[in-house]
Every structure is written in C-alpha cells, then in structure tokens.
Nanobody, 127 residues
Framework: QVQLVESGGGLVQAGGSLRLSCAASGRTFSDLNIGWFRQAPGKEREFVAAIRWTGSSTYYADSVQGRFTVSRDNAKNTVYLQMHSLKPDDTAVYYC????????????????????WGQGTQVTVSS
C-alpha cells in the first residue's frame, strides 16, 4: 500500500506563487505515476497535472498549461506542483493521486485511473 500526503497550500494573492508537495511512503515511490487534481466548492474534481513514473512525461490541463509545473525528486519520495501566476479560479483543495507504472500511462486525466489519494491541501487565491 501507498500513503500520500500533500502539503504547501495556503493563502496567496493573485499573481503569486505556491509550491505544493506530495510525499509518498513506501519503497516503490519511483514506480508511481502521480497526478494532481483539485476541487472547488460546488464543483467537480478536475485534473490539473500528471507526471509519469520515469519523470520524463508530463501532462497538464489547459487551464494551467504554462503556469504550473509538476516535477519529482525520487530521493525525497516527493512530487511537486509549482504554481505561478495564480488566479482566483485556482482556489480549491488540491489532491495528489498515484498508481503504479503497471497501470499504464494513459487516460491520466481521469480520477478513476488512480488508486491512492492524499487528504488534500487548501489553496486560496485572493483577487
């Protein structure tokens, strides 16, 4: 089993930056594809970004393309979501999710493709 824990959320002004972290337990971290999702009050959970277990492939939602960057540091068992030029519409609870590389690198925007989820971290962007 895998345990994921998000951190780094907080309050930030529009145009500012935050870096979220997703820390994973276990010896198989390097075998995990990691996705980031977010959910705002009254809205459905939406895909944000994903990174393949190799770290060589990433995928971004159109809404964050060019502003957010997902990366990983396997030595620290951590995946990062660096967020720049934040907008009020980015306000949401952000979740990291994982599946093993054997699950395949496809349909990475679909929440049901991920087996492990963190508890979420709140990001609030003021206007």
């Amino acid at each position: 089993q895998v345990q994921l824990v998000e951190s780094g959320g907080g309050l930030v002004q529009a145009g500012g930056s935050l870096r979220l972290s997703c820390a994973a337990s276990g010896r198989t971290f390097s075998d995990l594809n990691i996705g980031w999702f977010r959910q705002a009050p009254g809205k459905e959970r939406e895909f944000v970004a994903a990174i393949r277990w190799t770290g060589s492939s990433t995928y971004y939602a159109d809404s964050v393309q060019g502003r957010f960057t997902v990366s990983r540091d396997n030595a620290k068992n951590t995946v990062y979501l660096q967020m720049h030029s934040l907008k009020p519409d980015d306000t949401a609870v952000y979740y990291c999710a994982g599946n093993y590389r054997s699950s395949g690198w496809y349909q990475v925007t679909r929440a049901e493709r991920y087996n492990y989820w963190g508890q979420g971290t709140q990001v609030t962007v003021s206007s």
